[in-house]
């Protein structure tokens, strides 16, 4: 089984294996292991990998991918390797660098695909997520179209195949496409996507504009420390899956991924045992029915495993002409809007939807007045929000402010 016989074509004419090799594991995982693993399911056949700097992975996957190309398993060409550009370079001067730094740690002369790995830009720093004395996130302030032409510029030196994004919301990704100039479209967006989160909404956006949705956390992700909510249900354990996978005499693990692949999606699935990496290339061994893809519709709850809640900002509105931004983010129970055209600050109390909504028309009257549309997305239906990165899980209910 080879998993490049399973493609799908991007928009930049590329190609890109419907099943990828999760290679993110919890800190705590040694290093070894995901070399190990790498090698495991390259002789397994997987031919599509998903790393990030922030994975601290790079080296160990590079070093699989040559060995197996020193063997003669595989050549360069045959392997999909991603990588992602972490937060604290989003800045255009450091985005080259930081994609240089990846080839260097995986000794690859590109990657097939470059994405933003989220849309908040935190200050050039070496630490993850750069805090001040205080202990308060340092957030950046750049325009995500700058981030996204410096990709543009990637892909133009040929250190990057494909570009694309990651954890965008469609907003977000509408700031991308209309952006004046634009000279390529992302290929794109990984976002959390599986039976209880089943991203209707930016599925149906992301294929309207011919880009690819890439899912994570398809198995129910992993319990990655503070990144997860500790209190979700374990989506494998779910009845009505465990009904289905009997049915097909398969796992639910299967079920889970077949689901996502019917729907046109391409699925990442992070295993580093050997058995369940082959037990998820079955993937491609069977269907599901019209009916069972219905039933497995209606498992869709909106829950969010990979909720980044420590990350704290939530939306970053910004118009690139009058280079007027609106921060908006939350601590504990009060949200802050932030002016960054004057500097001034507001907190506002959360602790009530009626109040939330008062409060912010309150600051628009007072000096928040070049924000000339606030849009409440009616008051607040989860599933107008749930593409919103990380918005149901930090605050289920949240009007969206535009520009
Ligand atoms: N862009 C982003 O912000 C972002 C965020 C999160 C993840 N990702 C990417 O997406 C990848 C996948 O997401 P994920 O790692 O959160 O989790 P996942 O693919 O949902 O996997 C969750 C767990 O399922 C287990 N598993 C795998 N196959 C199984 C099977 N057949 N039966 C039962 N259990 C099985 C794995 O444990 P074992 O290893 O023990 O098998 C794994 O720990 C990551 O590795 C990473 O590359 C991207």
Same mark, same amino acid.
């Given at each position: 089984?080879?998993?490049?016989?399973?493609?799908?074509?991007?928009?930049?004419?590329?190609?890109?294996?419907?099943?990828?090799?999760?290679?993110?594991?919890?800190?705590?995982?040694?290093?070894?292991?995901?070399?190990?693993? /790498?090698?495991?399911?390259?002789? $397994?056949?997987?031919?599509?990998?998903?790393?990030?700097?922030?994975?601290?992975?790079?080296?160990?996957?590079?070093?699989?991918?040559?060995?197996?190309?020193?063997?003669?398993?595989? %050549?360069?060409?045959?392997?999909?390797?991603?990588?992602?550009?972490?937060?604290?370079?989003?800045?255009?001067?450091?985005?080259?660098?930081?994609?240089? %730094?990846?080839?260097?740690?995986?000794?690859?002369?590109?990657?097939?695909?470059?994405?933003?790995?989220?849309?908040?830009?935190?200050?050039?720093?070496?630490?993850?997520?750069?805090?001040? *004395?205080?202990?308060?996130?340092?957030?950046?302030?750049?325009?995500?179209? $700058?981030?996204?032409?410096?990709?543009?510029?990637?892909?133009?030196?040929?250190?990057?195949?494909?570009?694309?994004?990651?954890?965008?919301?469609?907003?977000?990704?509408?700031?991308?496409?209309?952006?004046?100039?634009?000279?390529?479209?992302?290929?794109?967006?990984?976002?959390?996507?599986?039976?209880?989160?089943?991203?209707?909404?930016?599925?149906?956006?992301?294929? !309207?504009?011919?880009?690819?949705?890439?899912?994570?956390?398809?198995?129910?992700?992993?319990?990655?420390?503070?990144?997860?909510?500790?209190? /979700?249900?374990?989506?494998?354990?779910?009845?009505?899956?465990?009904?289905l996978a009997?049915k097909h005499k398969r796992?639910?693990?299967?079920i889970?991924?077949?689901?996502?692949?019917?729907?046109?999606?391409?699925?990442?699935?992070?295993?580093?045992?050997?058995?369940?990496?082959?037990?998820?290339?079955?993937?491609?061994?069977f269907?599901?029915?019209?009916?069972?893809?219905?039933?497995?519709?209606?498992?869709?709850?909106?829950?969010?495993?990979?909720?980044?809640?420590?990350? *704290?900002?939530?939306?970053?509105?910004?118009?690139?002409?009058?280079?007027?931004?609106?921060?908006?983010?939350?601590?504990?129970?009060?949200?802050?809007?932030?002016?960054?055209?004057?500097? !001034?600050?507001?907190?506002?109390?959360?602790?009530?939807?009626?109040?939330?909504?008062?409060?912010?028309?309150? $600051?628009?009257?007072?000096?928040?007045?070049?924000?000339?549309?606030?849009?409440?997305?009616?008051?607040?239906?989860?599933?107008?929000?749930?593409?919103?990165?990380?918005?149901?899980?930090?605050?289920?209910?949240?009007?969206?402010?535009?520009?």
């Amino acid at each position: 089984m080879d998993s490049r016989r399973y493609v799908m074509e991007l928009n930049d004419g590329n190609i890109i294996p419907v099943l990828g090799f999760g290679t993110a594991a919890p800190i705590e995982v040694p290093k070894r292991e995901c070399l190990e693993a /790498t090698k495991l399911a390259i002789d $397994a056949g997987y031919r599509h990998f998903d790393s990030a700097s922030v994975y601290h992975n790079e080296e160990e996957i590079g070093q699989a991918i040559r060995s197996k190309i020193a063997e003669g398993i595989v %050549e360069r060409k045959d392997i999909f390797y991603t990588s992602k550009l972490w937060c604290t370079s989003h800045r255009p001067e450091l985005v080259q660098q930081s994609l240089e %730094e990846s080839l260097r740690k995986v000794q690859l002369d590109y990657v097939d695909l470059y994405i933003i790995h989220f849309p908040m830009a935190l200050k050039p720093s070496k630490e993850l997520i750069p805090k001040d *004395e205080n202990g308060k996130v340092m957030y950046d302030t750049v325009d995500l179209c $700058a981030t996204w032409e410096a990709m543009e510029k990637c892909k133009d030196a040929g250190l990057a195949k494909s570009i694309g994004v990651s954890n965008f919301n469609h907003k977000q990704l509408e700031t991308i496409l209309n952006k004046p100039g634009l000279k390529y479209k992302p290929v794109c967006n990984q976002v959390e996507c599986h039976l209880y989160l089943n991203q209707r909404k930016l599925l149906d956006f992301c294929k !309207s504009k011919d880009i690819v949705l890439v899912a994570y956390g398809v198995l129910g992700s992993q319990k990655y420390g503070e990144w997860v909510d500790q209190n /979700t249900p374990v989506l494998l354990d779910d009845p009505v899956l465990g009904a289905l996978a009997k049915k097909h005499k398969r796992s639910p693990a299967l079920i889970a991924l077949r689901y996502l692949l019917q729907r046109g999606v391409v699925v990442l699935a992070k295993s580093f045992n050997e058995e369940r990496m082959k037990e998820n290339l079955q993937v491609f061994e069977f269907h599901l029915t019209p009916e069972d893809m219905r039933v497995l519709d209606g498992l869709n709850r909106n829950i969010r495993y990979v909720s980044a809640s420590f990350m *704290e900002i939530f939306i970053m509105a910004s118009t690139r002409s009058s280079c007027t931004h609106l921060v908006i983010w939350q601590t504990s129970h009060t949200l802050m809007i932030r002016d960054l055209s004057s500097g !001034s600050s507001m907190m506002l109390n959360t602790s009530q939807e009626a109040r939330v909504k008062f409060t912010v028309e309150e $600051a628009c009257a007072v000096n928040f007045c070049h924000f000339h549309k606030i849009v409440n997305v009616d008051f607040f239906k989860d599933s107008d929000l749930h593409d919103f990165f990380p918005l149901t899980a930090l605050f289920p209910k949240l009007f969206f402010l535009e520009v």
